[in-house]
């Protein structure tokens, strides 16, 4: 399942989910940057690890969206052929998060 069909659908909630997952993207891309840039030009440990921390919540957070809405579709549709995962699947993806 790529991130794009685990938000696929017509519904409001999936629709905002991609939303907020194409955000934390862009955050966390604006992020890095900051990051290299930092790294670059010799700034301090401590202000390159908190701009670090915050590339990597950003993109967990995405990661969890994703995983969390793809679960929701197959509680509410499980039998959906266009979505052939399982709940353990699901599961082992939701961890790997973790």
């Known amino acids: 399942m790529t991130p794009s069909s685990a938000l ?7 629709a905002e989910a991609s939303r907020k997952v194409i955000n934390r993207r862009r955050r966390a891309q604006g992020q890095l940057a900051s990051v290299i840039t930092a790294v670059e030009s010799g700034a301090e440990c401590r202000d390159v690890v908190i701009q670090l921390a915050a590339v990597s919540k ?6 969890f969206t994703i995983v969390s809405t793809a679960m929701r579709r197959c509680i509410t549709s499980p039998d959906d052929p266009s979505d052939p995962m399982t709940v353990d699947e699901l599961e082992k993806l939701f961890l790997s998060l973790a």
Do not use: E
């Open 8 to 14: 696929d659908g017509d519904s409001a909630a999936a």
């Open 58 to 63: 950003a993109l967990d957070r995405a990661g």
